[in-house]
């Protein structure tokens, strides 16, 4: 430790009011001592109305940036709200400005200051003085504005305006379209249009029916509201989608947008049946299912998968669909979607027929078509008809051999329903390797990355792979199992002993020979050899010359496995659940075959059923079924009225009857007409019972509308067989109707249509801005009416600068300082030496310092030297033993003996001479 005496005064005086100020700063921060600083943010948010009533925003969004680029100053802050039918903020409260177009999507069909002044206001925090800036025309087409003003006034917030001024003196518009209420075709009829206008003038009127312009006319209107009859063709049976537009000269009509107005029409008449058939090759088998829908009174269109409208409303018109054994493949989705919603929702009836090409096998499996048939259509998983298939995949000796043999597994795998089982097996040298275990097919997505990631050789012993693909295959309870080898190279040939095996075992085994490169040799007998395996295991054997071939084979080798589904069986269908569709036929037919599918649970009929073959089989197939899947009926008959199983059926005296009976178990009521009608906001839906026994009956209306949002409710009994409605609308554009009711045991439905008339935005009925209200809106908040000059206005400028006082902790302060001040305090005790010292002993180096008592020796030493050459032996011992000079010391006298001695020795050092002096003196005490 330094000795403070050794310490220089400069230095412990620095030490002390170092230790002085860290003693106030611990003070300090633990009595929580706060800085005090001042704070005077104004922040002004502008309101724009962005509505379809506003003519353009380029001004407005010029003077928002140039108050930003005049007046905008830190810490000031500027922020954007824009609004129509509701607000958001385009830009936060920022001090800086970088403007970009308007991004916000609001609904610009209405203005709501009241909404767009309460979030203004919110982004104004209460520390901080504001204003708003609303640029507007001051309609307000919903919401109250008077009762955001009062929050406002009360937050000392006061609202600027920039009115945003028009006033169209000529103008023409539509208020609507009114369709006659026809229930039949064949009959014309005129429809009301309504038009309006500021000023006297001329125009055309045109009114058109599914976007085609079917009547036109020059018509002389008159301020106010004018009424004009427009005749209409004859229309046929189905949904009508009319429009009528004025066209005037440009000084008459400053809105285009107001011109146009629609409504819609649904119109009942012949029957129609929609025959959806897959080629001319089978329109040709088909003459004895037309003559029989002929004869059901029923109109028969027949068009080809691509035909088939993929817009729900072009179907409203058909009483039934029939998918006639078409692939799933030939349509779009969209197509399969709108089939979907016109039986759920319009009450159209729909029936599937057919063989390979329908239910399962014909791929519309998880389909929106699935969804409505009263049928599954996978395969039970007790059922022999479950498939379980080996892969097992050889490196192909073409071009790409790995990447194609890798398209082949997966595209093998994808044939296969979820109910059956696959294992992939590939070569790895003399062994193989087994890729994928036996698994669900529905696995197919886990088992893809496997085999994108598979690294495999070409098979050299064909016997160790299809002995672990037979392990595999024996593990499964499916009814068929089958190995297929994608083969590419020349393996050595499987043992009879392991064919036997496959054989014992009712395993097939079927090969896919790929192509080789022109450079390797055709080998005739390793061909034959492979041939002879599928042979005797029963599998088939497929050879490509070309390797874009082998997609193609292995599409001939999915039906074989899909083939499971089609059972090829002669059989007489047994009458199911007691139905007028089969009840006085008598004795039915035989059908040649079936498509095996699964029955639905819930209220499905099942009309005809298939017998059982064997004892094997414990439960009955379904052949004809029949359920309500929403507002429409659908119905799947798992055998074709073609000529492929159906040929008995067709030679049958009763097959007219037994179609008709069946549409007629799938078509709307005959007995429930609907009529629809829009007045303002709302739509009026009608709905006369025709039924010859009058009853009272409990409706139940879907109607479905824009955003395809659906609503459903109860028509109230106004009169004898008469009901009605009305719908609040929410939206503008197309709504389609369904209603269902129960007679008894029979359900019965009807379908219409109607459109929301104005099709614009209620913005372009506005024709000159509301000054007046924004001039009450700013009285209210005491804010002014602004010029539109940045400069002028400078809005900031009216905003009163405040100080307000705003506590701020300075506890970090402290620590920082605390930091700072320990280590000097530690330099200033604990240094030996400051700078000055330091270059002093640079400049004068001084000798180390030696300690006291050895300076003091030396001293004695060297006065004791001195004394004895210069002075006699008894004054010198004096000098020596005397005390200092303040004290007396009383030395005895030599004796002359040792004056003797002591002279005698005159030769001896000092520290003997020493010793005798201490000797005598002991001997005298």
Request: some cysteine; proline content about 6%; glycine content about 6%.
């Amino acid at each position: 430790m330094v000795s403070p005496v050794s310490t220089p005064p400069q230095r412990r005086k620095v030490a002390l009011w170092v230790r002085l100020l860290l003693a106030g700063l611990m003070v300090s921060v633990l009595t929580s001592s706060h800085a005090v600083t001042s704070a005077n943010p104004r922040t002004v948010v502008f309101a724009l109305d962005v509505s379809d009533s506003i003519p353009s925003t380029d001004q407005a969004l010029a003077y928002f940036t140039d108050t930003a680029e005049r007046s905008l100053t830190k810490p000031d802050q500027l922020g954007l709200v824009v609004f129509g039918q509701q607000a958001t903020v385009e830009v936060p409260p920022v001090s800086k400005i970088q403007m970009e177009p308007i991004e916000s999507r609001i609904d610009r069909k209405a203005t709501n200051l009241e909404e767009a002044l309460d979030l203004s206001l919110m982004l104004i925090s209460k520390e901080a003085t504001g204003r708003v800036v609303l640029i507007s025309d001051g309609i307000a087409t919903s919401g109250d504005v008077t009762r955001i003003l009062p929050k406002l006034k009360s937050r000392g917030i006061a609202v600027d305006v920039l009115p945003v001024e028009y006033a169209y003196t000529n103008e023409v518009w539509l208020d609507g379209l009114q369709l006659p209420a026809r229930d039949r075709t064949g009959r014309s009829d005129e429809a009301i249009v309504l038009l309006s206008a500021l000023t006297d003038g001329v125009g055309t009127l045109t009114v058109g029916d599914n976007g085609i312009v079917v009547a036109a006319q020059e018509v002389a209107y008159k301020s106010g509201t004018n009424q004009f009859l427009i005749p209409l063709p004859a229309a046929g049976p189905g949904y009508h989608q009319y429009f009528a537009n004025i066209e005037a000269a440009p000084s008459q009509d400053a809105l285009k947008q107001n011109n146009t107005v629609s409504n819609a029409l649904f119109v009942d008449g012949v029957r129609k049946v929609l025959l959806v058939t897959n080629g001319l090759s089978q329109r040709l088998a088909l003459p004895p299912l037309e003559a029989a829908i002929s004869k059901a009174a029923r109109q028969i269109e027949m068009i080809g998968p691509r035909d088939l409208p993929a817009d729900v409303s072009q179907l409203g018109s058909y009483d039934s669909i029939i998918f006639c054994d078409v692939n799933r493949s030939q349509f779009e989705a969209a197509q399969l979607q709108a089939v979907h919603d016109a039986v759920c929702d319009q009450g159209v009836g729909f029936l599937m027929t057919g063989s390979a090409n329908s239910f399962g096998p014909g791929g519309y499996h998880d389909t929106a078509i699935e969804q409505i048939l009263p049928v599954s259509l996978g395969a039970p998983d007790t059922s022999p008809s479950r498939v379980a298939l080996a892969i097992v995949m050889d490196r192909l000796q073409i071009p790409e051999g790995t990447t194609r043999a890798k398209r082949l597994t997966k595209q093998a795998l994808k044939i296969l329903r979820p109910s059956d089982e696959s294992c992939v097996l590939v070569g790895d040298g003399r062994d193989g390797k087994l890729l994928c275990p036996l698994a669900s097919a529905s696995h197919y997505e886990q088992q893809v990355p496997v085999i994108n990631g598979a690294e495999f050789n070409s098979i050299q012993l064909l016997e160790n792979v299809m002995q672990m693909g037979l392990k595999e295959l024996q593990n499964s309870t499916a009814g068929t199992r089958q190995m297929l080898i994608i083969l590419g190279g020349r393996p050595i040939y499987p043992s009879r002993a392991l064919l036997q095996e496959f054989v014992t075992a009712r395993i097939s085994v079927s090969v896919v020979m790929s192509p080789r490169v022109p450079s390797l040799p055709k080998e005739s007998t390793h061909e034959d050899w492979m041939r002879s395996v599928v042979e005797t295991t029963g599998g088939r054997y497929y050879s490509a010359s070309d390797p874009n071939q082998l997609f193609e084979i292995l599409g001939r080798e999915a039906s074989f496995i899909k083939s499971d589904l089609l059972c090829h069986r002669i059989f007489t269908p047994l009458p199911g659940t007691d139905s007028e569709i089969v009840s006085d036929l008598g004795t039915l037919p035989t059908l040649d075959g079936y498509v095996v599918t699964i029955p639905k649970r819930g209220d499905v009929t099942h009309v005809l059923n298939v017998p059982p073959a064997n004892e094997a089989f414990d439960s009955l197939h379904p052949l004809l079924s029949i359920w309500r899947p929403g507002f429409g009926k659908s119905a799947a008959l798992m055998t074709d009225l073609n000529s492929t199983w159906g040929r008995e059926w067709q030679k049958w005296d009763q097959f007219q009857r037994f179609v008709r009976q069946l549409l007629a178990e799938l078509h709307r009521s005959e007995y429930l007409w609907m009529s629809t009608r829009v007045t303002g906001d709302e739509a009026l839906i009608v709905l006369n019972d025709i039924h010859p026994d009058e009853s009272r009956l409990t409706i139940d209306v879907k109607v479905i509308g824009p955003d395809e949002k659906a609503v459903t409710v109860t028509p109230d009994q106004i009169g004898p067989r008469a009901y009605q409605v009305r719908v609040p609308l929410w939206g503008y554009g197309h709504y389609r109707v369904a209603a269902m009711t129960a007679r008894g045991d029979i359900q019965e439905s009807s379908y219409g249509g109607f459109a929301h008339a104005v099709k614009y935005s209620p913005e372009y009925l506005q024709f000159r801005s509301q000054r007046q209200t924004l001039q009450q809106i700013a009285a209210a908040t005491g804010g002014t009416i602004l010029t539109g000059n940045a400069v002028q206005d400078a809005v900031y400028s009216r905003i009163p600068r405040t100080f307000k006082q705003v506590p701020e902790a300075s506890f970090d302060w402290f620590l920082v300082a605390l930091a700072l001040l320990v280590p000097v305090d530690a330099l200033a005790r604990r240094m030996w030496a400051d700078a000055a010292e330091a270059l002093e002993e640079r400049i004068h180096p001084i000798p180390a310092p030696s300690s006291p008592t050895m300076v003091g020796l030396f001293r004695t030493k060297e006065w004791v030297t001195a004394a004895l050459s210069t002075r006699g032996t008894a004054r010198m011992l004096v000098q020596i033993w005397s005390p200092p000079p303040v004290r007396t010391a009383i030395v005895p006298p030599l004796n002359t003996a040792d004056q003797t001695v002591f002279a005698d020795n005159s030769s001896a050092s000092t520290i003997e001479k020493l010793l005798i002096l201490k000797r005598q003196n002991n001997e005298h005490s």
